[in-house]
């Protein structure tokens, strides 16, 4: 599942919501992305992330694709939100579901890393 939105996120319903509809998962691996207080040793107090929607929905279903293509993952959720935010505000959330937890595990990193190096977020 994918979400790109401005509001904010409950990761405990959102989890919950997709491990309900699967009962064969035996492994959940989340990452939480958070507004830091600084970047690159300056103070950050807010920060401001624009999105071109469609073309991130669309890299966001290949990139889970070719996940789904290297390990066996039950189901997928990112949530990536756009807009202004204050330090400790949620940003994003990467979730993988499967049977197992090495598949889990590394279906979540591989997708974080490509978030946080190509998907089309402008701060």
């Given amino acids: 599942?994918?979400?790109?939105?401005?509001?904010?996120?409950n990761f405990e319903e959102?989890?919950?919501?997709?491990?309900?509809?699967?009962s064969n998962v035996g492994a959940v691996t989340s990452f939480i992305g958070y507004?830091?207080?600084?970047?690159?040793?300056?103070?950050?107090e807010s920060i401001n992330l624009e999105v071109y929607e469609k073309m991130a929905h669309k890299q966001f279903e290949?990139?889970?694709?070719?996940?789904?293509?290297?390990?066996?993952?039950?189901?997928t959720l990112i949530i990536h939100r756009y807009g202004n935010f204050k330090v400790n505000?949620?940003?994003?959330?990467?979730?993988?579901?499967?049977?197992h937890?090495?598949?889990?595990?590394?279906?979540?990193?591989?997708?974080m890393d490509y978030l946080k190096k190509d998907a089309p977020f402008w701060k």
């Fill in 1 to 9: 599942m994918i979400k790109i939105q401005k509001e904010d996120f």
């Fill in 14 to 22: 959102e989890i919950n919501t997709i491990k309900k509809t699967h």
């Fill in 35 to 44: 507004v830091r207080d600084n970047n690159n040793k300056t103070k950050v």
């Fill in 62 to 75: 290949k990139i889970i694709k070719e996940a789904n293509f290297k390990w066996n993952l039950i189901d």
């Fill in 89 to 99: 505000d949620k940003i994003v959330l990467v979730t993988t579901f499967s049977s």
């Fill in 101 to 111: 937890r090495k598949d889990s595990f590394e279906a979540c990193n591989f997708i």
